[in-house]
T-cell receptor, first 112, second 113 residues
Framework: DAMVIQNPRYQVTQFGKPVTLSCSQTLNHNVMYWYQQKSSQAPKLLFHYYDKDFNNEADTPDNFQSRRPNTSFCFLDIRSPGLGDAAMYLC???????????FGDGTRLSIL | GENVEQHPSTLSVQEGDSAVIKCTYSDSASNYFPWYKQELGKRPQLIIDIRSNVGEKKDQRIAVTLNKTAKHFSLHITETQPEDSAVYFCAAGGSNTGNQFYFGTGTSLTVIP
C-alpha cells in the first residue's frame, strides 16, 4: 500500500504557467520534504516542513514555494516554470530528521 | 552547507563478488547517514542507515561503516546478485544540521551474471 502518494505522476505545463504538485501521506509523519531530481543526478533538497515549521534551502529559487495545510498534505507550487525546472519532483516523509525518509513515486514535470 | 562526495560513479562486479561504495562529507555536525537504492524510474528506497553514535551496522549482505573523525562512510554489499544492479546514493544530514539532507552524486552498480 502506497504510504506517500504524489499526484499527478506526470505533469505537463507551459513555460511561465503556474503549476502545483501535491503529496499526501498516511504515516502521520512530522517531517515532509520536497526534492528535485534531474536526469542522472542526485535528489536535491528544496525545502522541508517539520510540523508547521517551514525551512527553505538557501539555493532554492524564489520561484518555488510550498504549503502544508495539515499533517497529511504538502504542496509544491512553481509560480513561473522555466525550461530548467523540468525534472522529477520527489516528496518524502519521516517521523524525525534522524529516521528513514519514505519517498513517493514522484511527479515528472515537463515544460513546453 | 554540507558537501557529500561519492565514489565511484560507476561500478561493475561479477555476481557473487563484493561491492564497496565510499562517501565523504564536510559538515561535522551531520549525524544521520542513510543509503538509498534507486532503480530506473522508481523511487529511492532506504537500504541501510547509520547514526553518528555507531561505527558499523550490518543487515544480511549489506553493511555500512562510519568514520566520524575522517568524515567518511562506506557501503559494503557482499555476495552481489543481478537484482542489486541500481543507482546507490549516500546522504548526510540530520537534526544537528537543521534537518538538512545532502545526497551524494550516486553510484551506478552493475552486477554481471
Amino acid at each position: 500500500d502506497a504510504m506517500v502518494i504524489q499526484n499527478p505522476r506526470y505533469q505537463v505545463t507551459q513555460f511561465g504557467k503556474p503549476v502545483t504538485l501535491s503529496c499526501s501521506q498516511t504515516l502521520n509523519h512530522n517531517v515532509m520534504y520536497w526534492y528535485q531530481q534531474k536526469s542522472s543526478q542526485a535528489p536535491k533538497l528544496l525545502f522541508h516542513y517539520y510540523d508547521k515549521d517551514f525551512n527553505n534551502e538557501a539555493d532554492t529559487p524564489d520561484n518555488f514555494q510550498s504549503r502544508r495545510p495539515n499533517t497529511s498534505f504538502c504542496f509544491l507550487d512553481i509560480r513561473s516554470p522555466g525550461l530548467g525546472d523540468a525534472a522529477m519532483y520527489l516528496c518524502a516523509t519521516s517521523s524525525d530528521p534522524n529516521q528513514p525518509q519514505h519517498f513517493g513515486d514522484g511527479t515528472r514535470l515537463s515544460i513546453l | 552547507g554540507e558537501n557529500v562526495e561519492q565514489h565511484p560513479s560507476t561500478l561493475s562486479v561479477q555476481e557473487g563478488d563484493s561491492a564497496v561504495i565510499k562517501c565523504t562529507y564536510s559538515d561535522s555536525a551531520s549525524n544521520y547517514f542513510p543509503w538509498y537504492k534507486q532503480e530506473l524510474g522508481k523511487r529511492p528506497q532506504l537500504i541501510i542507515d547509520i547514526r553518528s553514535n555507531v561505527g558499523e551496522k550490518k543487515d544480511q549482505r549489506i553493511a555500512v561503516t562510519l568514520n566520524k573523525t575522517a568524515k567518511h562512510f562506506s557501503l559494503h554489499i557482499t555476495e552481489t546478485q543481478p537484482e542489486d544492479s541500481a543507482v546507490y546514493f549516500c546522504a548526510a544530514g540530520g537534526s544537528n544540521t537543521g534537518n538538512q539532507f545532502y545526497f551524494g552524486t550516486g553510484t551506478s552498480l552493475t552486477v554481471i551474471p
